[in-house]
């Protein structure tokens, strides 16, 4: 099936990356999480590559980091270090947190190659004037790409890079919409790794495929493995021995408010705007309910309660990813308010190099037992 | 009958509650009372009239008492992570406790925050709004990956500024008055040289000021800039220490001062004379930190594009490079002969670049240094014995640079 070709994808994406690079000529550049101005980066002729740390043995990276720094950034810092992102031309690294702020200079610092490209996004974004500072960043990051590739970026090359991202965004939500109807076909771990091919792959092929992907799954009569579903709510929910706990316990992954995963692609770009790029400003803007940007209203729980709802879950599962502050700051607010709605919560610590997910499994099974799996 | 001068410390003490003793009583009389992170545009509440306390040096102040953990347990009962800044720990806590040895605050009815320091102000200022249902104005001050402040970002700074002057017009229902705002611009810049003024006359040999006061005189700094009584004070305290610069005193009646250092990030709060004995035993004056500048915000009054780039110029704000600079500077200018780093549990941002900071002060200056691990109130993260043995090294590597005659 063509899902387990784009799950494949994740587990090598060096080996796409390399391909698609060998396949086009075109450069590639790294994008650290949690958003970057991807469609830029497509505009500009290049391949946006992104970077979510992974399962890195550290060692060089604590010459840098104290152990409590989270493993996204640890494993990152540590991969650039030995020179894996040497393929890279630019990483683009934002600063949503404070980690990331010092992860920009250490990197300039600690690594040659990819150079780095730190991107300010606005917390104001919702005031004229952080739409104003956003399409400066982007005009700033528009200058610098197009000294790589040595090409301008027109209005409409960034139009239709647009118009190429929405797509994506669009297929993506189908997919996340029909998957679980298909719980044994498309269990957690697999789910996560369709999605997450998305980062390596050119996006318009991606889009292709993954629409090809649901269409295949559609022709599918739905499934009944008795298994239940949960919405998981966090940064990311990796490993893949973790996830695999959830089908060992018959669950399944109903929607998801991870900010690796749905949160990529739950809003478009508006379709009005004076200028391509400030439409891209916009599309932050309209962006709610993450960690990682300025929402006073705090509009999180109640987004999840409304997943809850729609996709009639039967609990909230949250993969908190150690040392991860903005996620661990939000926890008590939507945990007060998924308790007040009755809705059953579990609570489980991640780390992305996790030789101890088995621990989790007793957590899993239990939660599992009392949703009725 | 001879009028005895009142010290700058029984001053401090008095204007210190003073300051929480009007905001409880604005509170009391219905009035609008704002939280505001420690180097925030508070030259807009002045000019409003609005009360402001500022809970990092509440947290602080419950952390050198010995309270932090009660508070803190309280947070962590509720949902928060160890992980997170002990501040906001301690101030969630307080939040709903509302009831500290070390002194009480009121509620707030505004948040005032500024990310001039870090992100996590963001976060831990977004969930008091939450909880209590009040409005939040947030000054986003843009990371300068670059050297210096950007135009983009000082654009983006004065408008937020402006914004914020509209909407606390709305809160108070009255015009803002630019007026009384350049006259507190002044007093403020005015209150920022002073203080600045005081703490470089450390740099004297030996030290007039044992840093340790330094942390006591901060408190003042971040409460009172924008006020006369502010000026007033660190004026008094200015020339307290030009007196004793002058008569040749160092920092202890009964010791000497063997070796200066600095002390980057914040002060152990519950350890605060555990530390500073520790230092003390062995001849070692805290003669600075890197905090003395973070006050120094000085612009041309009345001018709001000025003010915005003071603010986001704070140090803590600022790329590796002028983090490098700034405390190669300092040992300069101090004649240090060590540097003490607090890896400090709670602040993610000072510590993420603390190793490669102290890698190039190093080999800029030649200065030894350690790093000790700690937290500014939680007081499970920090040994005495570590800090103690680290303080050790230091000092041995001192010795062995002084007589080897650098
Ligand atoms: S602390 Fe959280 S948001 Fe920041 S880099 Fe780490 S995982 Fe990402
Ligand atoms: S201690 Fe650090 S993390 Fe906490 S409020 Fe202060 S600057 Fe922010």
């Excluded at chain 2, 969930?127 to 000054?139: D, H, K, Q, S, V």
């Amino acid at each position: 099936m063509i899902i387990d070709e784009l799950a494949g994808i994740a587990h090598d994406p060096r080996k796409s990356v390399d391909e698609h690079i060998a396949r086009t000529g075109k450069k590639a550049i790294g994008c650290f999480p949690v958003y970057s101005p991807e469609e830029l980066v497509y505009a500009a002729g290049m391949l946006p590559v992104g970077m979510w740390g992974g399962q890195t043995d550290i060692s060089k990276a604590t010459q840098y980091l104290q152990s409590f720094c989270c493993s996204i950034m640890k494993a990152n810092l540590e991969n650039g270090l030995n020179g894996v992102y040497d393929a890279l031309s630019m990483a683009i690294i934002p600063t949503f947190c404070d980690t990331l702020k010092c992860m920009g200079e250490v990197w300039k610092t600690a690594v040659p190659k990819p150079e780095c490209f730190t991107f300010v996004f606005p917390q104001n974004r919702k005031l004229e004037a952080g739409v104003d500072f956003m399409r400066s960043e982007l005009e700033r990051l528009r200058a610098r790409l197009e000294g790589i590739s040595g090409a301008k970026i027109g209005d409409g090359d960034i139009e239709r890079a647009i118009a190429v991202y929405d797509e994506y965004r669009a297929a993506a939500r189908d997919f996340v919409k029909t998957s679980p109807s298909y719980p044994l076909t498309v269990n957690a771990r697999v789910r996560h790794n369709v999605l997450k091919a998305a980062f390596f792959m050119d996006k318009a092929e991606y889009a292709a495929k993954l629409r090809a992907a649901t269409a295949e799954l559609k022709a599918l009569p739905p499934e009944d493995g008795g298994s239940r579903g949960v919405v998981l709510t966090g940064l990311l929910a990796e490993p893949d021995g973790f996830l695999d706990l959830f089908a060992d316990s018959r669950l399944h992954v109903a929607a998801d408010d991870l900010v690796q995963e749905s949160k990529q692609f739950r809003v478009d770009a508006p379709k009005e705007g004076a200028s391509p790029l400030d439409r891209l400003a916009r599309r932050l803007s309209d962006m709610d309910g993450c960690s990682l940007l300025y929402d006073s209203a705090r509009t999180r729980g109640q987004k999840i309660l409304g997943m809850v709802k729609d996709t009639g879950a039967a609990g909230v599962v949250v993969c908190m990813m150690k040392f991860c502050d903005p996620e661990e700051f939000d926890y008590p607010i939507y945990k007060k308010e998924l308790e007040k709605a009755g809705v059953p919560l579990l609570y489980l610590e991640i780390e992305q190099k996790m030789d101890s997910a088995e621990q989790l499994r007793t957590r899993i099974q239990t939660f599992a037992e009392m949703l009725g799996a | 009958m001879e009028q005895k001068t009142e010290s700058s410390k029984a001053v401090l003490g008095r204007l210190l509650e003073r300051h929480y003793q009007e905001a409880l009583d604005e509170k009391a009389k219905g009035g609008l009372v704002a939280w505001a992170t420690s180097i925030s545009p508070q030259e807009l509440l002045e000019t409003m009239d609005i009360k402001v306390v500022y809970p990092e040096n509440h947290a602080a102040a419950i952390g050198a008492r010995k309270q932090a953990e009660s508070f803190i347990e309280h947070s962590e009962g509720n949902g928060y992570s160890v992980d997170i800044c002990s501040y906001a720990r301690v101030n969630l806590g307080y939040m709903e406790i509302q009831e500290s040895a070390a002194g009480n605050i009121p509620l707030p009815d505004l948040i005032f925050c500024c990310s001039n320091i870090c992100n996590t102000v963001i976060k831990w200022y977004e969930n008091i709004a939450n909880e209590l249902g009040i409005p939040m104005i947030l000054f986003d001050m843009p990371f300068n990956h670059t050297y210096d402040v950007s135009d983009e970002s000082t654009t983006y700074i004065r408008r937020q500024l402006e914004e914020a002057i509209k909407t606390l017009e709305a809160l108070k229902g009255k015009k803002f008055d630019y007026d009384r705002l350049k006259e507190v611009m002044k007093i403020s810049t005015e209150t920022a040289r002073s203080w600045k003024a005081a703490t470089m006359l450390a740099t004297a040999k030996p030290s007039p000021l044992n840093g340790f006061d330094l942390f006591n005189y901060m408190a003042m700094i971040v409460c009172m800039r924008g006020k006369q009584e502010g000026l007033d004070l660190f004026n008094l305290w200015k020339g307290e220490l030009e007196e004793k610069a002058r008569l040749g005193l160092g920092p202890w009646k009964d010791a000497e001062e063997q070796y200066r250092v600095m002390w980057d990030g914040i002060a152990c709060w519950p350890y605060l004379s555990d530390t500073y004995k520790v230092l003390k035993k062995y001849g070692i004056n805290m003669v600075t930190s890197t905090y003395p500048d973070s006050w120094t915000v000085i612009y041309d009054a009345g001018d709001l594009d000025s003010m915005a780039r003071a603010y986001s110029s704070n140090y803590v704000n600022r790329n590796l490079d002028f983090g490098v600079d700034n405390i190669a500077k300092i040992v300069e200018d101090f004649s240090l002969d060590g540097i003490v780093y607090h890896s400090n549990r709670s602040c993610k941002f000072m510590d993420f670049r603390q190793f490669e900071v102290q890698r190039r002060v190093e080999a800029r200056t030649g200065v030894p240094s350690v790093i000790f691990d700690g937290d500014q109130t939680d007081p499970r993260a920090f040994s005495l014995a570590q800090y103690e043995m680290r303080i050790q090294t230091l000092m041995e590597m001192m010795r062995e640079r002084k007589e080897g005659g650098q």
